[in-house]
T-cell receptor, first 114, second 117 residues
Framework: AQTVTQSQPEMSVQEAETVTLSCTYDTSESNYYLFWYKQPPSRQMILVIRQEAYKQQNATENRFSVNFQKAAKSFSLKISDSQLGDTAMYFCARQGGSQGNLIFGKGTKLSVKP | GAVVSQHPSWVICKSGTSVKIECRSLDFQATTMFWYRQFPKQSLMLMATSNEGSKATYEQGVEKDKFLINHASLTLSTLTVTSAHPEDSSFYIC?????????????FGDGTRLSIL
């Protein structure tokens, strides 16, 4: 089965600190896309960052960056200068296949403490 | 841009009732929409892929006669939970791509919380 694994069910970080959420995946495809989505208590799914597998450069969006290790099939998310509003569930997802289906990990619940 | 609207946001109904959930792309056309289900404290599980003008593709284990999907236009897909029972209570969420290409990101609706009494 082609899966996405998030090994940290819960994490906490102090405000203004940096935290890294881990994600590994399995795929037999050569070209695919990886995503991190944020789901706050409102349950809205918000795209945080996106990585194209054929690009070696790690994606960055303001305080959010990824460490993409293609050979290791690893895709971690680093949040710098954590803010209270970053408190949410974070889901790692892989997109691929003919229809571009998203396969999600089980999520990591992040709590940012004041 | 790229707004996906889902309606209703919350519905409570009696067992045996059929419930229709709408997913609309407000400012773009979507040939493909996706329907997910999320149980409390769990991840999103793809239920089906909805293609405009053709039959939906259901994931293994999802009853197509139970969860009817219609994608009659480029901006609207509907999910009907037929003869709903308490075990169908869940959070249902749709998504769509605003650009062609299977690798384009998906934009999500706000979800529908379905509670069957």
């Amino acid at each position: 089965a082609q899966t996405v694994t998030q090994s940290q069910p819960e994490m906490s970080v102090q405000e203004a600190e940096t935290v890294t959420l881990s994600c590994t995946y399995d795929t037999s495809e050569s070209n695919y896309y990886l995503f991190w989505y944020k789901q706050p208590p409102s349950r809205q799914m918000i795209l945080v960052i996106r990585q194209e597998a054929y690009k070696q450069q790690n994606a960055t969006e303001n305080r959010f960056s990824v460490n993409f290790q293609k050979a290791a099939k690893s895709f971690s998310l680093k949040i710098s200068d954590s803010q209270l509003g970053d408190t949410a569930m974070y889901f790692c997802a892989r997109q691929g296949g003919s229809q571009g289906n998203l396969i999600f990990g089980k999520g990591t619940k992040l709590s940012v403490k004041p | 841009g790229a707004v996906v609207s889902q309606h209703p946001s919350w519905v409570i109904c009696k067992s045996g009732t059929s419930v229709k959930i709408e997913c609309r792309s407000l400012d773009f056309q979507a040939t493909t929409m996706f329907w997910y289900r999320q149980f409390p404290k769990q991840s999103l599980m793809l239920m089906a892929t909805s293609n405009e003008g053709s039959k939906a593709t259901y994931e293994q284990g999802v009853e197509k006669d139970k969860f009817l999907i219609n994608h009659a236009s480029l901006t609207l897909s509907t999910l009907t939970v037929t003869s709903a029972h308490p075990e169908d209570s869940s959070f249902y969420i749709c998504s769509a791509r605003d650009r062609p290409g299977s690798n384009q990101p998906q934009h999500f609706g706000d979800g529908t919380r379905l509670s069957i009494l």
